[in-house]
């Protein structure tokens, strides 16, 4: 039809004249024309379709090259399971408590097929798991949990039973590496990975937090220390049969506490419902009437207010004061008159009585405030506890100079110690290490030369003939101290002893205190006491237990504290040079 | 005009060697994404060992397991040292040795 057409236009209708045209040539020249316009098309539309197909395609491959591999996000969440608490580490890098990944085992019991098989399976590997609740459960629930926190084995074991019903769930747990070491200052953590007691609550929110993850905190305790110093004191509680026991070194400068032991103690590792009083941490919660170790407040302020002198003789010392209903004394028979010095060094009850009445009460309730013996510290743990309220009535004055009728916490006395002995400058308690210590703006609470004194008189009080911590004389660390033997006010037929240490007493670095709930008499030890061995001793005051533990602790801390002192190098240095 | 004209051919090529060298740059990217999660997988295997092996060294290493070990396993009675016994001077100890050395060797000549 189409050829038809073409033919008739060939001749025009208002066409006069007409030529000759190579028809054969032109219709041929037309017929290739028309038959590569449809080649052409043919060809538009081919490409057309290829071309989309491609641009198909490399729309797909861009999207997928933009796109972030899926693959690569499930690999991550399965190995790279954050930290959720940071690492806790001692002043030498030592670590003390990591998260590790652990594990729960949950049961779905729709997936258990022969149940009783389940049970006889669960009871042979695993036969602390009771059978009845087991069973009680897999008939009521769908799903719980058949243990928590399971260990690296016992996981092993469940996987071999090969049963469906058993899922694994991950979670992160909280090791302790020194186990029992550190369990008074740590704390622990709930499943959660929350704080729930001691350094682990108080810096709860540090140690989550994610941007310092990878960085650990620093405590200023030393695990070294921390091992003799427990060491000795369990010890000293099966020589002394004691209650409890606890310990605490100081640096009296930055007021750093390298070492807190109370016991008895607990492993950390192993949760455990503990209610009895004793496991209670006794340097910090404890609040005790520490007794005669307050008579070197006493004695201090005395000096510092220029009312007596270390050599002033005190005349007309009684036996026995009545003062309101309670009838005050000494242990020992002294003579009539003492130096103040000997006052402290020999522990008199009424000598320190006399000194404070010449103090007066208004000055000496001022300075014990002043101390920080009254109010709640501020430390870095939770578990602080609170001296008990007491109004300054009749008779207080003179029973608080001895140390009775007053209560603090060992934590607390030992700071006060600190701050007495260092020159006289107040020192807070910290268990956090790097803390910027300004040691230009510290507050004074005496000046340098009464503190020089009283490190003069406690160190007496260990080297005199007539001192109550003879046991505590170790050669080369200069040690002085003050002797507390009270009445548990809880139980007065119980005695708290106490002997807070510094050392070397020449310069004070280290203050150490040392405390037993209600020591026994020890026969069975050999005291060196004055240089010679001492055996068969049943008494009960500090000077036999509390002073004699110090001593034996100092003398194992001494080595690594490196104390280098003029003792050491007069007697021992020069010697060996000679 | 011809079919196929310069223009187009180049333009047809230039567009073959992007899409070539698209799938030839996204085939190698995707080997080393898949080389990095290896090492990344390694990385965090060998840090969890590492971990994993500073826990134990800890433990093994704290004074109280070294204490019982040595206790259990050692002869030796291990004791702090005394004041004697620490040299606070290298010089001191260099001396000392010195005085040591020569009282053995007078002996020894005797």
């Not at chain 1, 080649?39 to 491609?54: A, G, K, T």
């Not at chain 1, 729309?59 to 972030?68: A, K, L, M, Y």
């Not at chain 1, 190995?79 to 594990?103: F, T, V």
């Not at chain 2, 620490?86 to 007078?106: A, H, P, R, W």
Request: charge should be positive.
């Amino acid at each position: 039809m189409k050829k038809k057409n073409n033919n008739k236009n060939f001749i025009h209708e208002n066409q006069k004249s007409f030529f000759f045209v190579d028809f054969l040539e032109t219709t041929q020249k037309n017929r290739k024309l028309n038959k590569s316009k449809i080649h052409e098309d043919r060809l538009y539309v081919l490409f057309s379709f290829f071309f989309s197909l491609i641009l198909i395609f490399s729309i797909s491959i861009f999207s997928i090259s933009i796109q972030e591999s899926n693959f690569q996000g499930y690999k991550k969440a399965n190995y790279n399971y954050p930290l959720l608490r940071r690492d806790i580490l001692d002043r030498n890098g030592e670590l003390m408590a990591r998260n590790i990944n652990s594990y729960h085992a949950a049961v779905r019991s729709d997936l258990i097929k022969n149940k009783e098989n389940f049970i006889l399976k669960i009871k042979l590997n695993f036969p602390e798991i009771s059978s009845a609740e087991l069973k009680k459960k897999l008939e009521n629930k769908k799903r719980f949990y058949l243990k928590r926190r399971l260990t690296e084995d016992e996981r092993n074991r469940l996987w071999s039973l090969g049963e469906k019903g058993i899922i694994t769930e991950l979670f992160q747990r909280r090791i302790y590496p020194h186990g029992k070491l550190y369990s008074h200052v740590l704390g622990q953590t709930d499943d959660d990975n929350y704080g729930i007691s001691g350094i682990e609550n108080y810096f709860d929110r540090e140690l989550r937090n994610n941007q310092k993850i990878k960085e650990p905190l620093l405590l200023t305790l030393d695990s070294n220390i921390q091992f003799l110093i427990k060491t000795e004191l369990k010890k000293a509680m099966e020589d002394f049969q004691t209650n409890s026991a606890g310990g605490l070194l100081m640096d009296v400068n930055t007021g750093e506490v390298l070492s807190l032991v109370s016991l008895p103690d607990y492993n950390l590792n192993i949760r455990e419902n503990i209610s009895d009083v004793k496991y209670m941490n006794q340097i910090t919660k404890g609040v005790f009437e520490l007794g005669s170790v307050f008579k070197t407040f006493t004695v201090a302020l005395a000096l510092e207010e220029n009312i007596l002198s270390p050599d002033t003789i005190i005349n007309n010392i009684p036996d026995n004061v009545k003062c309101s209903n309670h009838n005050i004394s000494d242990t020992y028979d002294f003579p009539e008159s003492l130096s103040v010095e000997d006052i402290l060094v020999r522990s008199s009850n009424i000598g320190s009585l006399m000194i404070a009445r010449q103090i007066g009460k208004t000055k000496l309730k001022k300075f014990i405030e002043n101390l920080g013996l009254l109010k709640v510290i501020n430390f870095e743990l939770e578990e602080i506890g609170r001296p008990h309220n007491f109004t300054w009535r009749k008779c207080k004055l003179e029973t608080v100079s001895f140390g009775h009728g007053i209560t603090t916490t060992p934590l607390q006395a030992a700071a006060a110690y600190a701050s007495i002995t260092n020159g006289g400058y107040m020192i807070k308690p910290t268990l956090q290490l790097g803390k910027n210590f300004n040691f230009e703006n510290r507050d004074s609470i005496i000046s340098n030369k009464t503190s020089d004194q009283i490190n003069k008189m406690l160190r007496k009080v260990v080297t005199e003939k007539r001192g109550t911590a003879s046991n505590a004389d170790i050669f080369g660390y200069e040690v002085g101290g003050k002797t507390g033997t009270a009445k548990n006010y809880t139980d007065s037929k119980k005695n708290i002893n106490t002997f807070i240490s510094i050392f070397p007493s020449n310069k004070p670095k280290y203050v150490l205190l040392v405390i037993l709930d209600n020591p026994k008499g020890a026969p069975h030890l050999i005291y060196n006491y004055k240089g010679k061995p001492t055996n068969n001793i049943s008494r009960t005051e500090a000077g036999w237990n509390s002073v004699y533990v110090s001593g034996k602790i100092i003398e194992n801390i001494g080595p690594i504290l490196a104390i280098n002192n003029n003792e050491v190098h007069n007697t021992h240095v020069v010697k060996k040079n000679n | 005009m011809p079919l196929y004209n310069k223009k187009k051919i180049i333009i047809i090529l230039i567009y073959t060697s992007f899409f070539i060298a698209i799938s030839i740059i996204k085939n190698e990217s995707r080997l080393v994404e898949t080389k990095i999660q290896n090492y990344e997988s390694k990385i965090f295997i060998l840090e969890k060992n590492l971990l994993e092996a500073s826990l134990e060294f800890q433990y093994l290493s704290s004074p109280a397991v070294l204490s019982s070990k040595i206790e259990k396993n050692l002869d030796k009675k291990y004791n702090s040292l005394n004041f004697s016994q620490i040299y606070l001077d290298i010089e001191d100890f260099t001396s000392e040795q010195n005085k040591i050395t020569s009282v053995s060797i007078n002996e020894e000549k005797k």
